[in-house]
């Protein structure tokens, strides 16, 4: 598939995805969505070129959604994997394989910054848990001088973990 075509099917997938997103979810998705897809398209086996754009729209969305809890209703946004598939006018399964697979190509886990909602990253509950010697540990149990290093290391992008050195 040629460079052209490649942002022609870039462009589309980013539109479906952002109706959905304005009609049902919210903007931060459709600029979660825009991310995903733009990563995507510049892969070297680019995934969308081949297959339905809807079925790719959806799966973009369900990977996205069940990293962000957004099929659990005790969170909000809330949609069901149902809508998406009418919404796109595919199989539930066919999206969740795709999804699958979107979600195998980047390593996608729960709480990964890369792909989180602001509001799944503001109250992300490992942000106050540190591993000392093998063992989670509040952060706030922590003197005030490490709280700050943590503080400090994280806001860099880096994760920290200490061992204090015990005798063995």
């Known amino acids: 598939m040629i460079n052209n075509e490649i942002q022609e099917k870039e462009a589309e997938l980013i539109e479906l995805t952002a109706v959905f997103c304005a009609e049902k979810l919210d903007d931060d998705y459709a600029q979660l969505c825009g991310k995903l897809i733009q990563k995507m398209s510049a892969e070297e086996i680019v995934p969308f070129k081949r297959g339905k754009i809807e079925i790719w729209a959806a799966a973009v969305i369900h990977a996205l959604g069940s990293k962000n809890f957004l099929f659990d209703k005790s969170f909000e946004p809330y949609i069901n994997a149902q809508d998406i598939s009418d919404h796109f006018g595919a199989k539930k399964a066919t999206i969740s394989n795709k999804a699958r697979q979107i979600k195998d190509l980047y390593d996608m886990v729960m709480y990964d910054d890369e792909f989180a909602t602001q509001k799944l990253k503001e109250n992300n ?44």
């Open 125 to 168: 509950p490992f942000d106050n848990m540190v591993m000392v010697d093998g063992f989670i540990v509040k952060v706030s149990n922590l003197p005030v001088d490490i709280q700050e290093l943590i503080k400090q290391e994280r806001a860099a992008g880096r994760d920290i973990s200490f061992t204090t050195g015990g005798e063995e």
